[in-house]
């Protein structure tokens, strides 16, 4: 990054753009004749290797796209910030499609701002549009859980303890979600094994994630993910410790490469360009968009040097079965940690059930609480 | 005048800054100024930042006025913030008129008890108050957390919890003709009538002496306890308040977003308006201006985020560096040279 290296040229061009300070700067875009441009907003940085950088490049490859102009932010807050970044994209930049890109952007920002400007199209990650909230927002998200059921798979295949970890932010549904699909995963190579959780209690806390990924190593635990904004930490700490680690949100292979199985990405570029494309072309979006691995929402980081032939195997059956459609990874018989019937012999939550939007368990096998 | 020199010279020595990293300070200060000042929209969005800012700079200058430096404002904004949501939920029913002022009042006392507690420490137990509200700050958002996914819970806030959303009766909302919330009015009356305080009554006056030595106006038997934990305890009061505003006008629940960071840029603010509360609102609005044109910044000049915190902390250190030139300005004068 050429951030803390100055170089002769640029104090050059700063300072002739100095000098002729009395002419005034470009402010506006306006040269460009571009028909539509979209703004993308990330609640955190866009190099995070997670949350962030999924979207920063299903951005990029907007960017790629003819006729669009993309403005991004980082690091804006759930707070009237955000409410004000979108409505400074919209004055000054003449911004016809959004995408805040945090869960929490939501409710109340974007249902608050989307009224004023029923000219704007907002396209919100991960929200729950219902019947009666504003038609110029959508709400679009995929079911990567399916993913961490894959990551399982690679995972019961390399763990010898038994003992996978999961390091995760809040005992939230989707994450919930996450860690019983990533042991569920792994307990079809070998229904003994059991997966330790610790939430850290933050999306994004270097510190606590860093301690939890220790403590799951001195717990015995060789096979460890997360759910986390950005998994840096834990994939370095983790594989600094001997351990096997399975991506989350983004490709973290460069970060542990020997040590890296495989990972559940979004593919947001396939996602984005699609929407872009519907917009430039007159078309509309639907204001509620689900999708898997079938529908190239999410995608699995290409197989690391670690994973064993067989595993190899299990991995790409179980995914052929999935991209067939209506996998259930959370099916009977089924308990939850706390004895609880989840589900009964022959029961199943296919992939795409609503349910599993509320999910508030940790099934058996799962070593944590929810509270 | 000596503020005003700190901040021009920390703009001239962030546009060295900028010079290294090949950027114009021109291009640079004209979108500020356009984001921030330019338009009718840059007003409505600098002034809505603002108004948690003002308050949050009061809880810094008012203890300032006795000596103590209370670096934990946050912490009485997100608690007062839960106050204000929970009173919201267990008042879902009574009307508008009654229902806000109680929450108002219950986000003020939370903030009153908070702050005033690290008065009370310091008072009574000797404890630093800069470190204390610190720590008392990470345990008020650890606490924050607690409620608002556990007992305070919501249970229909499912991926974000929250407390139960405020109805609509129980939003505040903007003053009339400018999208900017109500805050803003009580921000500024807040600092008007803390600046009466400090400056028009005898509480004030004696706050001064004490803060400007404590031995003396033990000599004289001023209430230097009760000054400690009233001033304290008004500047979290403040706080809470800025929480109340961010439940019942920003966000319309209690969660964890309520730990937006106000409560840090509240130091700056209170230090460059050397704490004076009158100061404190040109300053916050100059501040605000600021967070309010860091997007277009990082837009059209490709710069990091980050730009304006390097901002903010230019100015900051000049500021303290400043404070060593005060009553240093006699070697410029002129029977100076005459003798020397």
Same mark, same amino acid.
């Given at each position: 990054? #050429?951030f803390l290296?100055?170089?002769?040229?640029?104090?050059?061009?700063?300072?002739?753009?100095?000098?002729g300070?009395t /002419?005034?700067?470009?402010?506006?875009?306006?040269?460009?004749?571009?028909?539509?441009?979209?703004?993308?907003?990330?609640?955190g940085?866009?190099?995070?290797?997670?949350?962030?950088q999924?979207? &920063?490049?299903?951005?990029?490859?907007?960017?790629?796209?003819?006729?669009?102009?993309?403005?991004e932010?980082?690091?804006?807050?759930?707070?009237i910030?955000?409410? !004000?970044?979108?409505?400074?994209?919209?004055n000054?930049?003449?911004?016809?499609l959004?995408?805040p890109t945090s869960?929490?952007?939501?409710?109340?920002?974007?249902?608050e701002?989307?009224?004023n400007?029923?000219?704007?199209?907002?396209?919100?990650a991960?929200?729950?549009?219902?019947e009666?909230?504003p038609t110029?927002v959508g709400?679009?998200? %995929?079911y990567?859980g399916?993913?961490?059921y894959?990551n399982? =798979?690679?995972?019961?295949?390399?763990?010898?303890t038994k003992?996978?970890?999961?390091?995760?932010?809040k005992p939230i549904?989707?994450?919930?979600?996450?860690?019983?699909?990533?042991?569920?995963g792994?307990?079809?190579?070998?229904?003994?094994i059991?997966?330790?959780?610790?939430?850290?209690?933050e999306?994004?806390? /270097?510190?606590k994630?860093?301690?939890? +990924?220790?403590?799951?190593?001195?717990a015995?635990?060789?096979?460890i993910?997360?759910?986390v904004?950005g998994p840096?930490?834990v994939?370095?700490?983790?594989a600094?410790?001997?351990?096997f680690?399975c991506?989350y949100h983004?490709?973290?292979?460069?970060?542990?490469?020997?040590?890296?199985?495989?990972g559940?990405?979004?593919?947001?570029a396939?996602?984005?360009?699609?929407?872009?494309?519907?917009?430039?072309?007159?078309?509309t $979006?639907d204001?509620?968009?689900r999708?898997?691995?079938?529908?190239g929402f999410? !995608?699995?980081s290409p197989l690391?040097?670690?994973?064993s032939?067989? &595993?190899?195997?299990?991995?790409e059956?179980?995914k052929?079965?999935?991209m067939a459609?209506?996998f259930?990874?959370?099916?009977?018989p089924?308990?939850d940690n706390?004895?609880n019937v989840?589900a &009964?012999?022959g029961?199943g939550?296919?992939e795409d059930?609503?349910?599993?939007?509320?999910?508030?368990?940790l099934v058996?096998?799962?070593i944590g609480?929810?509270? | 005048?000596l503020p005003i020199g700190?901040?021009?010279?920390?703009f001239?020595?962030?546009?060295?800054?900028?010079?290294?990293?090949? !950027? #114009?300070?021109?291009?640079?200060?004209?979108?500020?100024?356009?984001?921030?000042?330019? +338009? *009718?929209?840059?007003?409505?969005n600098t002034?809505?930042? @603002?108004a948690p800012?003002l308050?949050? *700079?009061l809880?810094v200058?008012?203890?300032?006025r006795?000596?103590?430096?209370?670096?934990?404002?946050e912490g009485?904004i997100v608690?007062?913030?839960?106050? *204000?949501g929970?009173?919201?939920?267990?008042?879902?029913? &009574?009307?508008?008129?009654?229902?806000l002022p109680v929450?108002?009042?219950?986000?003020?006392l939370i903030?009153?008890?908070w =702050? %005033?507690?690290?008065?009370a420490?310091?008072?009574?137990?000797?404890?630093?108050?800069?470190?204390a509200?610190?720590?008392?700050?990470?345990?008020?958002?650890a606490?924050?957390n607690?409620l608002?996914?556990?007992?305070?819970r919501d249970?229909? #806030?499912?991926?974000?919890?929250s407390?139960a959303p405020?109805?609509?009766?129980?939003?505040v909302?903007?003053?009339?003709g400018w999208?900017v919330?109500?805050?803003?009015a009580f921000?500024?009356?807040?600092?008007?009538? @803390?600046?009466?305080?400090?400056? !028009?009554?005898?509480?004030?006056?004696?706050a001064?002496?004490a803060?400007?030595?404590?031995?003396a106006?033990?000599?004289?038997?001023?209430?230097?306890g009760?000054l400690?934990?009233?001033f304290t305890a008004?500047?979290?009061a403040?706080a809470?308040?800025?929480?109340?505003?961010?439940?019942?006008?920003?966000?319309?629940?209690?969660?964890a977003?309520?730990?937006? %960071?106000?409560?840090? +840029?509240?130091i700056l603010?209170?230090?460059?308006?050397?704490?004076?509360?009158?100061?404190?609102?040109?300053?916050?609005?100059?501040?605000?201006?600021?967070?309010a044109?860091?997007?277009?910044?990082?837009?059209r000049?490709?710069?990091p985020d980050?730009?304006?915190?390097?901002?903010?902390?230019f100015?900051?250190? /000049? $500021?303290?560096?400043?404070e060593?030139?005060y009553?240093?300005?006699?070697v410029?004068?002129?029977?100076?040279w005459?003798?020397?």
């Amino acid at each position: 990054m #050429s951030f803390l290296s100055p170089t002769r040229r640029g104090f050059l061009k700063g300072t002739a753009s100095l000098a002729g300070a009395t /002419a005034l700067p470009n402010l506006s875009y306006a040269d460009s004749h571009s028909p539509l441009t979209v703004g993308f907003i990330y609640v955190g940085p866009k190099d995070d290797f997670g949350y962030n950088q999924a979207h &920063a490049e299903g951005a990029a490859a907007v960017k790629a796209m003819e006729g669009v102009v993309v403005v991004e932010e980082e690091n804006v807050a759930e707070t009237i910030d955000v409410q !004000k970044s979108m409505e400074s994209m919209i004055n000054f930049d003449e911004a016809k499609l959004l995408f805040p890109t945090s869960f929490g952007y939501f409710d109340p920002h974007v249902l608050e701002v989307a009224p004023n400007h029923p000219d704007v199209r907002f396209q919100h990650a991960a929200g729950l549009w219902t019947e009666g909230m504003p038609t110029n927002v959508g709400s679009y998200f %995929g079911y990567i859980g399916m993913g961490q059921y894959l990551n399982g =798979i690679t995972a019961g295949h390399a763990t010898t303890t038994k003992k996978i970890g999961f390091v995760a932010a809040k005992p939230i549904p989707q994450v919930l979600l996450n860690i019983n699909s990533f042991l569920l995963g792994a307990r079809q190579v070998d229904p003994e094994i059991t997966c330790q959780v610790i939430f850290t209690g933050e999306w994004s806390m /270097a510190v606590k994630e860093a301690e939890a +990924t220790n403590a799951l190593a001195d717990a015995g635990c060789d096979v460890i993910t997360c759910h986390v904004d950005g998994p840096k930490v834990v994939m370095e700490t983790a594989a600094g410790r001997d351990c096997f680690v399975c991506g989350y949100h983004a490709n973290q292979a460069p970060l542990a490469p020997e040590k890296y199985l495989t990972g559940a990405e979004w593919n947001w570029a396939g996602v984005y360009t699609d929407m872009v494309q519907t917009v430039l072309d007159g078309g509309t $979006i639907d204001n509620f968009v689900r999708g898997g691995l079938a529908d190239g929402f999410i !995608k699995m980081s290409p197989l690391g040097p670690a994973v064993s032939d067989a &595993a190899r195997a299990q991995f790409e059956a179980t995914k052929a079965e999935i991209m067939a459609g209506g996998f259930s990874a959370i099916k009977g018989p089924l308990k939850d940690n706390a004895g609880n019937v989840i589900a &009964a012999e022959g029961e199943g939550f296919a992939e795409d059930d609503i349910a599993l939007e509320s999910m508030d368990y940790l099934v058996e096998g799962v070593i944590g609480s929810t509270s | 005048m000596l503020p005003i020199g700190a901040l021009l010279a920390g703009f001239a020595v962030f546009s060295l800054f900028l010079l290294l990293q090949g !950027k #114009s300070p021109a291009d640079f200060f004209a979108l500020v100024f356009r984001a921030g000042f330019g +338009t *009718a929209f840059s007003w409505e969005n600098t002034l809505s930042r @603002a108004a948690p800012l003002l308050l949050a *700079a009061l809880c810094v200058a008012l203890p300032a006025r006795l000596g103590l430096v209370v670096i934990g404002g946050e912490g009485a904004i997100v608690l007062g913030g839960v106050g *204000a949501g929970f009173a919201g939920v267990l008042l879902s029913g &009574a009307p508008a008129g009654v229902a806000l002022p109680v929450m108002l009042l219950a986000a003020m006392l939370i903030g009153a008890l908070w =702050i %005033g507690a690290v008065g009370a420490l310091r008072h009574y137990r000797g404890v630093n108050e800069t470190i204390a509200s610190l720590l008392l700050a990470y345990i008020a958002i650890a606490l924050m957390n607690h409620l608002v996914e556990g007992p305070l819970r919501d249970p229909a #806030s499912l991926n974000k919890p929250s407390t139960a959303p405020l109805g609509e009766a129980l939003r505040v909302g903007t003053i009339p003709g400018w999208d900017v919330h109500w805050g803003l009015a009580f921000g500024v009356v807040a600092c008007v009538l @803390a600046w009466i305080l400090i400056d !028009k009554t005898t509480w004030g006056f004696a706050a001064r002496i004490a803060g400007g030595n404590v031995r003396a106006a033990q000599v004289q038997s001023l209430p230097v306890g009760k000054l400690i934990l009233g001033f304290t305890a008004l500047g979290g009061a403040f706080a809470g308040m800025a929480g109340f505003f961010e439940v019942a006008a920003v966000h319309g629940s209690a969660n964890a977003s309520l730990a937006g %960071g106000y409560g840090y +840029t509240g130091i700056l603010i209170a230090f460059l308006a050397r704490h004076n509360p009158l100061a404190i609102i040109p300053l916050a609005i100059l501040l605000a201006g600021f967070e309010a044109s860091s997007g277009l910044v990082q837009r059209r000049m490709d710069l990091p985020d980050a730009t304006v915190l390097v901002l903010q902390g230019f100015v900051f250190m /000049a $500021i303290l560096m400043s404070e060593t030139l005060y009553g240093r300005f006699k070697v410029f004068a002129p029977e100076r040279w005459r003798t020397g």
